[in-house]
Protein backbone atom coordinates (compact mmCIF):
# COMPACT_ATOMS: atom_id res chain seq x y z
CA UNK A 1 0.00 0.00 0.00
CA UNK A 2 1.16 3.28 -1.41
CA UNK A 3 1.29 5.64 1.89
CA UNK A 4 0.26 9.50 0.75
CA UNK A 5 1.99 11.43 4.18
CA UNK A 6 0.12 14.49 3.31
CA UNK A 7 -3.65 12.54 3.97
CA UNK A 8 -3.45 14.46 7.29
CA UNK A 9 -2.55 17.51 6.29
CA UNK A 10 -5.59 18.93 4.13
CA UNK A 11 -7.72 21.06 6.44
CA UNK A 12 -8.26 24.69 5.84
CA UNK A 13 -10.07 27.29 7.71
CA UNK A 14 -13.39 25.58 8.27
CA UNK A 15 -13.33 22.10 6.23
CA UNK A 16 -11.08 19.43 5.98
CA UNK A 17 -10.86 16.59 3.28
CA UNK A 18 -10.93 12.83 4.42
CA UNK A 19 -9.95 10.41 1.90
CA UNK A 20 -13.83 8.66 1.40
CA UNK A 21 -13.92 4.81 2.69
CA UNK A 22 -16.36 2.24 2.41
CA UNK A 23 -18.08 3.37 5.35
CA UNK A 24 -19.05 6.90 3.78
CA UNK A 25 -20.91 4.93 1.22
CA UNK A 26 -24.77 5.56 2.55
CA UNK A 27 -23.35 9.60 2.79
CA UNK A 28 -22.24 9.25 -0.81
CA UNK A 29 -24.78 7.54 -2.43
CA UNK A 30 -27.31 9.91 -0.79
CA UNK A 31 -25.75 13.01 -2.32
CA UNK A 32 -25.58 11.24 -5.51
CA UNK A 33 -29.54 10.44 -5.30
CA UNK A 34 -30.78 13.58 -4.44
CA UNK A 35 -31.97 15.99 -7.08
CA UNK A 36 -30.95 18.75 -5.31
CA UNK A 37 -27.28 17.97 -6.25
CA UNK A 38 -27.20 15.59 -8.80
CA UNK A 39 -28.41 17.88 -11.66
CA UNK A 40 -24.69 18.04 -13.26
CA UNK A 41 -23.42 14.52 -12.10
CA UNK A 42 -23.32 11.29 -14.13
CA UNK A 43 -25.68 8.61 -13.01
CA UNK A 44 -25.65 7.50 -9.66
CA UNK A 45 -24.77 3.45 -9.03
CA UNK A 46 -27.76 1.45 -8.64
CA UNK A 47 -27.81 1.40 -4.26
CA UNK A 48 -25.94 2.18 -1.24
CA UNK A 49 -24.22 -1.41 -1.35
CA UNK A 50 -22.93 -0.55 -5.40
CA UNK A 51 -21.35 2.86 -4.08
CA UNK A 52 -20.14 0.81 -1.29
CA UNK A 53 -18.64 -1.99 -3.72
CA UNK A 54 -17.25 1.05 -6.14
CA UNK A 55 -15.27 3.02 -2.95
CA UNK A 56 -14.02 -0.66 -2.53
CA UNK A 57 -12.39 -0.57 -5.79
CA UNK A 58 -11.61 2.88 -6.44
CA UNK A 59 -9.48 2.22 -2.41
CA UNK A 60 -7.58 0.15 -4.78
CA UNK A 61 -6.88 2.98 -7.47
CA UNK A 62 -5.54 5.10 -4.86
CA UNK A 63 -3.34 3.17 -3.21
CA UNK A 64 -1.48 2.82 -7.10
CA UNK A 65 -2.02 6.52 -6.89
CA UNK A 66 -4.30 6.57 -9.85
CA UNK A 67 -6.76 8.71 -8.49
CA UNK A 68 -8.26 10.62 -5.15
CA UNK A 69 -11.56 10.54 -3.43
CA UNK A 70 -12.58 13.01 -0.39
CA UNK A 71 -15.37 13.72 1.84
CA UNK A 72 -15.24 17.07 2.64
CA UNK A 73 -16.14 17.41 6.26
CA UNK A 74 -16.19 20.74 8.02
CA UNK A 75 -13.75 20.66 10.94
CA UNK A 76 -16.37 19.80 13.16
CA UNK A 77 -16.71 16.24 11.38
CA UNK A 78 -20.00 16.97 9.74
CA UNK A 79 -19.66 16.04 5.94
CA UNK A 80 -20.96 18.41 3.63
CA UNK A 81 -19.84 16.98 0.62
CA UNK A 82 -17.28 15.24 -1.67
CA UNK A 83 -14.76 15.64 -4.38
CA UNK A 84 -12.34 13.76 -6.49
CA UNK A 85 -8.99 14.05 -8.48
CA UNK A 86 -8.79 11.77 -11.58
CA UNK A 87 -7.64 11.12 -15.15
CA UNK A 88 -4.38 11.56 -14.97
CA UNK A 89 -2.84 12.74 -18.11
CA UNK A 90 0.59 13.80 -18.71
CA UNK A 91 0.99 17.21 -16.89
CA UNK A 92 -2.36 17.65 -16.34
CA UNK A 93 -5.20 16.29 -13.62
CA UNK A 94 -9.38 16.50 -13.67
CA UNK A 95 -11.18 17.45 -10.93
CA UNK A 96 -14.89 16.45 -10.39
CA UNK A 97 -17.31 14.76 -8.68
CA UNK A 98 -17.70 17.87 -6.32
CA UNK A 99 -20.61 18.30 -4.32
CA UNK A 100 -21.63 20.66 -1.36
CA UNK A 101 -24.33 20.09 0.39
CA UNK A 102 -26.76 22.03 2.89
CA UNK A 103 -24.24 21.29 5.62
CA UNK A 104 -21.12 23.20 3.81
CA UNK A 105 -19.59 25.97 5.67
CA UNK A 106 -19.34 29.33 3.93
CA UNK A 107 -16.51 29.18 2.29
CA UNK A 108 -16.33 25.46 1.49
CA UNK A 109 -16.09 25.96 -2.30
CA UNK A 110 -13.15 28.45 -2.00
CA UNK A 111 -11.52 25.72 0.53
CA UNK A 112 -12.11 22.43 -0.76
CA UNK A 113 -10.86 23.85 -4.57
CA UNK A 114 -7.73 25.14 -2.77
CA UNK A 115 -7.17 22.16 -1.03
CA UNK A 116 -7.61 20.37 -4.52
CA UNK A 117 -4.92 22.30 -6.52
CA UNK A 118 -2.51 22.04 -3.62
CA UNK A 119 -2.87 18.44 -3.88
CA UNK A 120 -2.36 18.36 -7.86
CA UNK A 121 0.38 20.82 -7.61
CA UNK A 122 2.23 20.44 -5.23
CA UNK A 123 1.51 16.98 -3.87
CA UNK A 124 1.22 15.18 -6.98
CA UNK A 125 3.56 17.62 -9.04
CA UNK A 126 1.07 17.95 -12.07
CA UNK A 127 1.24 21.40 -14.06
CA UNK A 128 -2.37 22.32 -14.87
CA UNK A 129 -5.74 21.21 -14.18
CA UNK A 130 -8.45 20.05 -16.83
CA UNK A 131 -11.60 19.73 -15.84
CA UNK A 132 -15.28 20.52 -18.00
CA UNK A 133 -18.57 21.85 -16.64
CA UNK A 134 -22.24 20.88 -17.62
CA UNK A 135 -22.83 24.08 -19.95
CA UNK A 136 -25.62 25.17 -17.67
CA UNK A 137 -24.07 25.11 -14.72
CA UNK A 138 -23.17 28.94 -14.84
CA UNK A 139 -22.49 29.28 -11.26
CA UNK A 140 -19.53 26.57 -11.28
CA UNK A 141 -18.14 27.64 -14.74
CA UNK A 142 -18.16 31.21 -12.83
CA UNK A 143 -16.06 30.18 -9.85
CA UNK A 144 -13.85 28.58 -11.84
CA UNK A 145 -13.03 31.67 -14.30
CA UNK A 146 -12.61 33.75 -10.88
CA UNK A 147 -9.85 30.72 -9.73
CA UNK A 148 -8.31 31.90 -13.27
CA UNK A 149 -9.42 28.90 -15.64
CA UNK A 150 -9.36 29.39 -18.67
CA UNK A 151 -12.17 27.88 -21.42
CA UNK A 152 -10.54 25.62 -23.80
CA UNK A 153 -13.56 24.56 -25.66
CA UNK A 154 -17.38 23.95 -25.86
CA UNK A 155 -19.61 21.93 -26.90
CA UNK A 156 -23.71 21.08 -26.85
CA UNK A 157 -23.33 19.81 -23.15
CA UNK A 158 -20.02 21.23 -21.30
CA UNK A 159 -17.57 23.62 -21.40
CA UNK A 160 -14.08 22.33 -21.28
CA UNK A 161 -11.34 23.92 -19.06
CA UNK A 162 -8.14 24.26 -17.85
CA UNK A 163 -5.89 25.73 -14.75
CA UNK A 164 -2.13 26.56 -15.02
CA UNK A 165 -0.52 25.86 -12.24
CA UNK A 166 1.40 29.56 -12.39
CA UNK A 167 -1.97 30.79 -12.39
CA UNK A 168 -3.22 29.26 -9.74
CA UNK A 169 -0.33 30.78 -7.86
CA UNK A 170 -1.27 33.68 -8.93
CA UNK A 171 -4.52 33.91 -7.48
CA UNK A 172 -4.19 31.83 -4.68
CA UNK A 173 -2.32 35.10 -2.36
CA UNK A 174 -5.54 36.63 -3.37
CA UNK A 175 -7.85 33.79 -2.32
CA UNK A 176 -5.94 33.22 0.92
CA UNK A 177 -6.27 37.14 1.75
CA UNK A 178 -9.91 36.99 1.14
CA UNK A 179 -10.21 33.94 3.65
CA UNK A 180 -8.04 35.90 5.90
CA UNK A 181 -5.63 33.39 5.99
CA UNK A 182 -1.85 33.31 5.74
CA UNK A 183 0.10 31.68 3.31
CA UNK A 184 1.99 29.22 5.49
Not at 117 to 133: A, K, P
Not at 134 to 151: D, L, Q
Request: with cysteine.
Amino acid sequence: MTNFDWFDKLQLKTIQLVPARSEHADYIYSLRIDPLYNTHLSPPPASAEAQRAWIERYVQREQQGEEFYFVIERLDKVACGTVRLYDFRGPSFCWGSWILDHNKSRYAAIESALLVYRIGFEHLGFDESHFDVRRENRKVISFHKKMGAITTEIDDDNEYMRLPKEVFYEKQRDIIDFLGRSAD
